[in-house]
Nanobody, 120 residues
Framework: GVELVESGGESVQAGGSLRLSCKFSTFGLHRAWFRQVPGKEREGVAAIDTSGRATVAESVKDRFTVSKDTDKKMLYLEMNNLKPEDTAMYYC?????????????????WGQGTQVTVSS
């Protein structure tokens, strides 16, 4: 199977920045970031397809950027001007299909998550 390992989650103050990373064990997959708070539905944050086309959720579009380094098999999420409501477990996901942000339940592979906590 495909392995995904996230890193970069930390506790930061509001207004701060973080870059999350996700290391993949293989090439050629569509990738995305999701986040989830206990008791709430999982939320799609950003996706990037194999051609490099990015989709970012409207709620974070002016603050978050998704990118990838294909050669290094890495996916990144740059988060700026963090707010307490960004506090969540962040997961990277991958699938051979281009599922975007609205079909999260169909992603075949998931990482274990990295915790982001933003304090006010």
């Amino acid at each position: 199977g495909v392995e995904l390992v996230e890193s970069g989650g930390e506790s930061v103050q509001a207004g701060g920045s973080l870059r999350l990373s996700c290391k993949f064990s293989t090439f050629g997959l569509h990738r995305a970031w999701f986040r989830q708070v206990p008791g709430k539905e999982r939320e799609g944050v950003a996706a990037i397809d194999t051609s490099g086309r990015a989709t970012v959720a409207e709620s974070v579009k002016d603050r978050f950027t998704v990118s990838k380094d294909t050669d290094k098999k890495m996916l990144y999420l740059e988060m700026n001007n963090l707010k307490p409501e960004d506090t969540a477990m962040y997961y990277c996901a991958a699938d051979p299909r281009n599922l975007g942000l609205t079909r999260g339940e169909e992603y075949r592979w998931w990482g274990q998550g990295t915790q982001v906590t933003v304090s006010s």
